[in-house]
Nanobody
């Protein structure tokens, strides 16, 4: 059974940091890309960042470049999203998802989705 478990959300003041984790199981982790998405109240889901576990390449939305860093621990089947300099507009439910290729992240066509974790940034 495929499982993606996101954790690490919480309440933080603007300018603060959080680290989200995505623990994966049930598929060959090294062969997949893991992406982070977020959905704010009343807004559409957007891609935040993605990492290819096969070659380590990383991708970011323009809105988070320079502030967020994605990384992967293949030994632990876990992907992290380090979020620094958080802004109120980063408030959203954050989801992690998996697909065999990074291109799926661009098209929101991920194969597997986990439940989200809520990030709230206060001003």
């Amino acid at each position: 059974e495929v499982q993606l478990q996101a954790s690490g959300g919480g309440l933080v003041q603007a300018g603060g940091s959080l680290r989200l984790s995505c623990a994966a199981s049930g598929f060959t982790f090294d062969d997949y890309a893991i992406g982070w998405f977020r959905q704010a109240p009343g807004k559409e889901r957007e891609g935040v960042s993605c990492i290819s576990n096969s070659d380590g390449s990383t991708y970011y939305a323009d809105s988070v470049k320079g502030r967020f860093t994605i990384s992967s621990d293949n030994a632990k089947n876990t992907v992290y999203l380090q979020m620094n300099s958080l802004k109120p507009e980063d408030t959203a439910v954050y989801y992690c998802a998996a697909a065999p290729a990074v291109v799926a992240w661009y098209h929101y066509g991920m194969d597997y989705w986990g439940k989200g974790t809520l990030v709230t940034v206060s001003s």
